[in-house]
Structures are given as structure tokens and as C-alpha cells.
């Protein structure tokens, strides 16, 4: 089955205490991104890869790291996670070839940081 | 830069009417998709219907259906025969065909609820 695939899905910790979220795609799809959703504010990105070993920002990098070793996998750290990161992630992948491509995202996971 | 809104943060709809979800948009790009994508409670971002710029016939999906204006940058949805399973959070997203980014701009969701 087709899936993109998010650990955990949910994550109390606490502020200062590094963490990663994983996330992994079966689609060998080029493109993969990072997002988060706020209430009110919609899903904004936050960092994107479009190959294994390019990544670049998006629209609110601040506070997070990524990498991209392997085609499938796109992990988000997290190195020194503060209470205002406290949102729903979601990883998204798709194909480069045409923008009409669907981004097929995972299922989320809930961070919360005290 | 590309924004898109969505003014009605909720919305309230009888099972089997019809109801419509407005979105608006804001780019200077002539070429770009837009897209409405449905999240249930189980949090899940699921792709309802898509639309191409270059396309001036709206696209439909059984029973979901858009109203896209381009000149007036708006991209309406529009549910038809609404049943329960419709309630959700929906959210308009636009993503440009040359941007480097293949970035999704999305608006801030309308949450719908169905009245049995």
C-alpha cells in the first residue's frame, strides 16, 4: 500500500529535550516536505527536500533541522524544542513532475511541549 | 507572494442539502493548481477535488463540485447531498506550477458540521 508514514503519532516532552519525528515514504517519490498546522493559521511549511541531500526552508524554519540521506526517509528535528512548537506536524511526498501531483501526507503526529 | 483565504472559519450544513465552502486567492502567476483537501477528526488530510488554471471547465468529484473564477480568484466547493461523514475541517490550497518549492499554500480551514 501506497503510504507515507509518521513516529510517533503522539509526543508530550518537555522544553529543551531533543526529539525527532520520523518520516518515511514507499512511493520513491523526489519530494518531500514538512508541515504544521495551528488552529486558525491553516498548515504552513516548514522545511522541504527535493532530492536525497537537498533540503531548504520554508516558510517557518525556525527552531527545526531536517535531512535527507535516504530518498525515503525525511526526519524533523526538533533539537531544543520550546512550548511555542506545540502543533500538528504533518510529512507530505510527492513527485516533481507536475504541480497538479497529489501530496499524499501522513497521518500526523501531535507534539506537545511543556 | 501567494496567500489564500477562507472567511467562514465554520459552517453548518442539513444532511442531504447543499452547501458551499468559499475560498479566495491572491497571485500573480497565470499558470497554478488549486485544491481543497478534507481533514475528519482523524486528523488525516484527505484530497477531495483539484482544480488546473489552465482548465476553465470545473472539476467534479461525484458529488463534490468547484466554482472557479480565475479572474476573480476565487475557487469555491461546493457539497451536494451532504451526509455525515462530510463533517470535517476543509482547507483551500494553492500550489504554483513554477514555484521551486512545489510548496502547498493553504488557507486557515473551514470546519463543517452536518446536522442530522
Known amino acids: 500500500e501506497a503510504q507515507v508514514t509518521q513516529n510517533p503519532r503522539y509526543l508530550i516532552t518537555v522544553t529543551g529535550k531533543k526529539l525527532t519525528v520520523t518520516c518515511s515514504q514507499n512511493?520513491?517519490?523526489?519530494?518531500m516536505s514538512w508541515y504544521r498546522q495551528d488552529p486558525g493559521l491553516g498548515l504552513r511549511q516548514i522545511y522541504y527536500?527535493?532530492?536525497?541531500?537537498?533540503?531548504d526552508k520554508g516558510d517557518v524554519p525556525e527552531g527545526y533541522k531536517v535531512s535527507r540521506k535516504e530518498k525515503r526517509n525525511f526526519p524533523l528535528i526538533l533539537e531544543s524544542p520550546s512550548p511555542n512548537q506545540t502543533s500538528l506536524y504533518f510529512c507530505?511526498?510527492?513527485?516533481?513532475?507536475?504541480?497538479?501531483?497529489?501530496?499524499?501526507f501522513g497521518p500526523g503526529t501531535r507534539l506537545t511541549v511543556l | 507572494a501567494q496567500t489564500v483565504t477562507q472567511s467562514q472559519p465554520e459552517m453548518s450544513v442539513q444532511e442531504a442539502e447543499t452547501v458551499t465552502l468559499s475560498c479566495t486567492y491572491d497571485?500573480?502567476?497565470?499558470?497554478?493548481?488549486l485544491f481543497w483537501y478534507k481533514q475528519p477528526p482523524s486528523r488525516q488530510m484527505i484530497l477531495v477535488i483539484r482544480?488546473?488554471?489552465?482548465?476553465?471547465q470545473n472539476a467534479t468529484e461525484n458529488r463534490f463540485s468547484v466554482n472557479f473564477q480565475k479572474a476573480a480568484k476565487s475557487f469555491s466547493l461546493k457539497i451536494s447531498d451532504s451526509q455525515l461523514g462530510d463533517a470535517a475541517m476543509y482547507f483551500c490550497?494553492?500550489?504554483?506550477?513554477?514555484?521551486?518549492?512545489?510548496?502547498?499554500?493553504f488557507g486557515t480551514g473551514t470546519l463543517l458540521a452536518v446536522q442530522p
Open positions: 507530505a511526498s510527492s513527485t516533481l513532475s507536475s504541480g497538479r501531483n497529489e501530496q499524499f
Open positions: 512511493m520513491n517519490h523526489e519530494y
Open positions: 527536500s527535493m532530492n536525497v541531500e537537498v533540503t
Open positions: 497571485t500573480s502567476e497565470s499558470d497554478y493548481y
Open positions: 482544480q488546473e488554471a489552465y482548465k476553465q
Open positions: 490550497a494553492y500550489r504554483s506550477e513554477s514555484g521551486a518549492t512545489n510548496k502547498l499554500i
